[in-house]
């Protein structure tokens, strides 16, 4: 079984229930099906490759869910283009996976550079002579797909961890990885027909991961009316939402806006939040302002989203609330050491995965997807420990990376813009601990000799190239970088220095 076949199973079964809700009208389970197939029929006459690369990008929109859907549907690789990223790493991403087909809102159709994208289809209002997916769809009502599905190893879509510059860095989730996430959430969480998700945190990331669970359950998808802390807080209430994932810098912005009023949220289940630790004093206020519904998983790119799962219950004891829970039912995780010996229970080591839920790879790099895979483990670049009631715990990351609101900022891709400054000689970015953020990006620079520069103007050089995710909300200037023995920026010199200043 393909994931997409569990959303028209459920189609079979919930026919005339509502499967969307929106501002902009209701979509049940058979009118969103069609949908899905008249687009997936069209993109597979615009291609007829099984596996050839779509990407697409927008905001969280009804019309983005019935695209993916339909990539996912005509037998093609979903490459999702992140709107909130900068235009040129956007391009990269493009440049790099080579798709033949690009969906985009009509701004980003213009200024992306889409000259080697052999078809370009608008989502919502596009120019004159651009087709949009509405006028494709029209040509192609009442047909089903073609089955042209590829084996379980191929490529279902193709997420990026980096590549803000130089060579973008591609994870290739499979079939059987889409797979093994939608059957671990709907084991873990027991979702049903009565299952209402709210969609808050973008399409692009996470959020996908949970449209076929809730759909192959025959649950509903909510979209508020924005993304403003009220509006969601707002849906909540009046749309009977019972599940949602969102990053923990969210929750807090919900909190922040409810402050002082008294809600209430009867029909919630599962308040989901990853991508980010949460501090046990953010955690204990998440359940007075929501109640005992909070829960985490932990997963990466590479091992999509439910390596292990803590659940609500769990978090009744609070000598939990430092773990991110158990292994999910698919998942199988160990820690290890550096000759690549399974540790026991309580010792400290790399967090490694494997089984279906593990990437097929690095797209177009062998090398790296050998350094990442060894003996059939996935190697995280996270170390923790797992104690003897399996709880995974973790300690902190090997690789350099930090995780800002549900977000992974590679520094070298943020050194390497901010060094582009006529007025910087070199830069050091790495993370603090934050209440908003979870972790903020913070970044310390030396100028050139006899140079000067603002902060405001490198937070806009920044900006322009990285987006405003990956963009430094501290800036901090030093006559010299301390520097090892090596020669070499020493960066937990320069964090500890920073976070004295701080104090």
Same mark, same amino acid.
């Given at each position: 079984?393909?994931?997409?076949?569990?959303?028209?199973?459920?189609?079979?079964?919930?026919?005339?229930?509502?499967?969307?809700?929106?501002?902009?009208?209701?979509?049940?389970?058979?009118?969103l099906?069609?949908?899905?197939?008249?687009?997936?029929?069209?993109?597979?006459?615009?291609?007829?490759?099984?596996?050839?690369?779509?990407?697409?990008?927008?905001?969280?929109?009804?019309?983005?869910v019935?695209?993916?859907?339909?990539?996912?549907?005509?037998?093609?690789?979903?490459?999702?283009?992140?709107?909130?990223?900068?235009?040129?790493?956007?391009?990269?991403?493009?440049?790099?996976?080579?798709?033949?087909?690009?969906?985009?809102?009509?701004?980003?159709?213009?200024?992306?550079?889409?000259?080697?994208?052999?078809?370009?289809?608008a989502?919502?209002?596009?120019?004159?002579?651009?087709?949009?997916?509405?006028?494709?769809s029209?040509?192609?009502?009442?047909e089903?797909?073609?089955?042209?599905?590829?084996?379980?190893?191929a490529?279902?879509?193709?997420?990026?961890?980096?590549?803000?510059?130089?060579?973008?860095?591609?994870?290739?989730?499979?079939?059987?990885?889409w797979?093994?996430?939608?059957?671990?959430?709907?084991?873990?969480?027991?979702?049903?027909?009565?299952?209402?998700?709210?969609?808050?945190?973008?399409?692009?990331?996470?959020?996908?991961?949970?449209?076929?669970?809730?759909?192959?359950?025959?649950?509903?998808l909510?979209?508020?009316?924005?993304?403003r802390?009220?509006?969601?807080?707002?849906?909540?209430?009046?749309?009977?939402?019972?599940?949602?994932?969102?990053?923990?810098?969210?929750?807090?912005?919900?909190?922040?806006?409810?402050e002082?009023?008294?809600?209430?949220?009867?029909a919630l289940?599962h308040?989901?939040?990853?991508?980010?630790?949460?501090?046990?004093?953010?955690?204990?206020?998440?359940?007075?302002?929501?109640?005992?519904?909070l829960?985490t998983?932990?997963?990466?790119?590479?091992?999509?989203?439910?390596?292990t799962?803590?659940?609500?219950?769990?978090?009744?004891?609070?000598?939990?609330?430092?773990?991110?829970?158990?292994?999910?039912?698919?998942s199988? !995780?160990?820690?290890? /050491?550096?000759?690549?010996q %399974?540790?026991?229970?309580?010792? @400290?080591? #790399?967090?490694? *995965?494997? $089984?279906?839920?593990?990437m097929?790879?690095?797209?177009?790099?062998?090398?790296k997807?050998?350094?990442?895979?060894?003996a059939g483990?996935?190697?995280?670049?996270d170390?923790?420990?797992?104690?003897?009631?399996?709880?995974?715990y973790?300690?902190?990351?090997?690789?350099?990376v930090?995780?800002?609101?549900?977000?992974? !900022?590679?520094?070298? /891709?943020?050194?390497s813009? %901010?060094?582009?400054?006529?007025? @910087?000689? #070199?830069?050091? *970015?790495? $993370?603090?601990?934050?209440?908003?953020?979870g972790?903020?990006?913070?970044a310390?620079?030396?100028?050139?000799?006899?140079?000067?520069?603002?902060?405001?103007?490198l937070?806009?050089?920044?900006?322009?190239?990285?987006g405003s995710?990956k963009?430094?909300?501290?800036?901090?200037?030093?006559?010299s970088?301390?520097?090892?023995?090596?020669?070499?920026v020493?960066?937990?010199t320069?964090?500890?220095?920073?976070?004295?200043?701080?104090?």
């Amino acid at each position: 079984m393909y994931p997409i076949e569990l959303f028209f199973k459920a189609t079979r079964q919930f026919r005339e229930k509502t499967a969307i809700r929106s501002p902009q009208g209701n979509l049940t389970f058979e009118q969103l099906a069609n949908k899905v197939n008249s687009l997936a029929v069209a993109l597979q006459y615009m291609d007829a490759t099984t596996s050839s690369r779509v990407g697409v990008c927008g905001e969280n929109t009804v019309e983005h869910v019935v695209c993916l859907l339909a990539v996912m549907a005509a037998g093609k690789t979903w490459v999702p283009l992140n709107s909130r990223n900068a235009v040129s790493e956007l391009n990269r991403t493009i440049a790099f996976t080579e798709p033949s087909i690009v969906i985009a809102t009509q701004e980003y159709l213009t200024s992306l550079d889409l000259s080697a994208v052999p078809h370009r289809i608008a989502m919502g209002i596009g120019e004159d002579g651009v087709d949009t997916v509405s006028t494709i769809s029209a040509q192609h009502v009442g047909e089903d797909p073609g089955s042209t599905f590829p084996s379980q190893d191929a490529a279902q879509a193709i997420k990026f961890t980096g590549g803000s510059t130089g060579t973008p860095k591609g994870v290739v989730q499979p079939y059987r990885a889409w797979l093994t996430t939608a059957i671990n959430q709907i084991h873990e969480y027991a979702f049903d027909e009565d299952d209402r998700y709210l969609i808050a945190a973008p399409v692009t990331h996470g959020t996908s991961t949970y449209l076929i669970p809730i759909l192959a359950c025959g649950g509903c998808l909510v979209f508020p009316r924005d993304n403003r802390p009220a509006s969601l807080l707002q849906a909540f209430q009046e749309q009977a939402i019972t599940t949602t994932f969102i990053p923990p810098t969210l929750i807090y912005m919900l909190m922040a806006e409810g402050e002082g009023m008294d809600l209430k949220f009867p029909a919630l289940r599962h308040l989901i939040y990853g991508g980010a630790p949460m501090p046990a004093q953010k955690i204990r206020r998440a359940r007075e302002f929501f109640g005992p519904v909070l829960e985490t998983t932990y997963g990466q790119t590479e091992a999509p989203q439910i390596v292990t799962v803590m659940r609500a219950r769990d978090f009744e004891d609070e000598d939990n609330w430092r773990s991110v829970g158990r292994q999910a039912l698919l998942s199988e !995780v160990a820690i290890m /050491d550096t000759n690549g010996q %399974l540790l026991p229970s309580g010792e @400290v080591g #790399e967090i490694v *995965v494997r $089984g279906d839920l593990v990437m097929a790879g690095y797209w177009k790099m062998p090398e790296k997807t050998a350094e990442t895979i060894v003996a059939g483990w996935l190697h995280t670049g996270d170390r923790g420990y797992i104690d003897d009631r399996g709880f995974l715990y973790l300690k902190d990351r090997l690789r350099d990376v930090v995780i800002s609101g549900g977000f992974n !900022v590679y520094p070298i /891709d943020v050194e390497s813009i %901010l060094d582009q400054h006529p007025a @910087v000689h #070199e830069s050091a *970015v790495f $993370g603090i601990e934050d209440d908003k953020w979870g972790e903020a990006v913070h970044a310390a620079i030396q100028l050139k000799p006899g140079m000067t520069v603002e902060a405001d103007e490198l937070t806009t050089f920044s900006k322009l190239q990285l987006g405003s995710v990956k963009t430094p909300k501290v800036f901090h200037f030093f006559d010299s970088l301390p520097r090892s023995i090596a020669g070499k920026v020493h960066k937990p010199t320069i964090k500890e220095m920073v976070m004295n200043e701080m104090q």
